[in-house]
């Protein structure tokens, strides 16, 4: 919002400074001359300015954006460290006996829901025998 306020200000101070200065004027650049509206020559100058400063912009952002992209093919040093950690979690992972992964065996498992119905079988007994 800064921005384009003081834009829309600096516009303005130029807008005056042309209108004000309305005389045809001489120029020449090498071996051509001609007879122009000072009002001409500063905003043709005001518009050069701004498109070169736009190109310079443009330029620095794009040369910013091929460095943080890598080449195709060719991997960082960043990468390489991530499939690195990667490979080496993948074989801890395969290396893990099941206790240590916290995982359970399908036959513990079938074993502990039977232990919990049976258990749960005779509390139900208890609670209907006790009413």
Known sequence: MFVLLLSIVIALIIVIFAVQNALTVPIQFFFWSAQLPLVLVIFCSVLAGALLMFCLALWRDLKSQMKK?????????????????????????????????????PAEDSETT?????????????ISSNE
């Open 114 to 126: 039977n232990q919990n119905n049976q258990n749960n079988q005779d509390n139900t007994e208890k």
């Open 69 to 105: 992209r890598p080449l195709k093919g060719v991997k960082t040093e960043k990468q390489e460290k991530e499939n690195q950690k990667q490979n080496q979690n993948q074989i801890q992972n395969q290396k893990r006996e099941p206790s240590e992964a916290g995982d359970i065996n």
